[in-house]
């Protein structure tokens, strides 16, 4: 499976061709439900911007005769399962519309991503504040509350800004495990302690005393914070 890079509707990729507890890791940056076109602009050959654009995806979504459907074969297929209880509130509480259709879009493909995760896998799901709040409580169904372990907050500032509010400027991305097992690299992400963190200021290195417990630096840097 090394390099191997599939082109296709993810949902029957990894139905036709992914085996159950087989991915160590995956990393979604799916539609956000942004309600957008999103465009590719072509270069031409001196490098310079063409006016010509594709549509590359669209992010807006509908509720049509696909998504009940979709929406119906889920909560059958996946009766008796939180996340059948989770589109049927969602259904009582948002009603047949935009986010409805997105979240019965995303549910059977985040439950695939769920079987083809090694039972010691994570997943990464990067999403934005348009449906962030509705996409953890899904990820609860499936992955459990309890393996919620990060909420974090990728910020920028680059782009427009609205004069009504506080700058909209951060994603989110979700770290879910599959169990209390699950693999995490620490010493590969560590990055220097930096500023005032306690660790560092200690002159001679040897460590802060906090209430008669000894915090040391460790040589290889800190873990980086969640945002
Ligand atoms: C937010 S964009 C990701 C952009 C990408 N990570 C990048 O940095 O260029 C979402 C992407 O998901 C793709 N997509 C949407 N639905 C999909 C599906 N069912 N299966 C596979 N890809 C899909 C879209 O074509 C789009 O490229």
Request: glycine fraction near 8%; proline fraction near 4%; include cysteine.
């Amino acid at each position: 499976m090394n390099n191997k890079l599939f082109f296709g509707d993810n949902l029957s990729v990894m139905k036709r061709e992914i085996g159950s507890e087989t991915v160590d890791l995956i990393y979604l940056d799916p539609p956000f439900n942004s309600n957008r076109d999103y465009n590719q602009i072509f270069t031409n050959m001196e490098g310079e911007k063409s006016s010509a654009q594709i549509k590359v995806f669209e992010d807006t979504w509908y509720w049509n005769n696909d998504a009940e459907k979709i929406y119906l074969e889920t909560i059958k297929y996946y009766n008796n399962h939180l996340v059948s209880n989770f589109l049927i509130s969602m259904r009582q509480f948002l009603g047949t519309n935009q986010m409805m259709a997105y979240l019965t879009m995303m549910a059977p493909r985040l439950l695939e991503m769920y079987r083809i995760l090694k039972p010691n896998g994570v997943l990464f799901l990067h999403c934005d504040p348009s449906a962030s709040h509705y996409l953890k409580l899904l990820l609860d169904a499936i992955f459990g509350f309890r393996n919620f372990e990060n909420e974090i907050i990728w910020c920028y500032r680059q782009g427009g800004r609205g004069k009504r509010s506080f700058a909209k400027k951060h994603d989110t991305i979700y770290f879910y495990a599959k169990n209390k097992d699950y693999t995490f690299n620490a010493d590969a992400i560590r990055i220097p302690y930096v500023g005032t963190g306690g660790y560092i200021n200690n002159k001679n290195n040897g460590g802060n005393l906090v209430n008669g417990k000894l915090y040391k630096p460790n040589p290889k840097g800190k873990i980086p914070e969640d945002w």
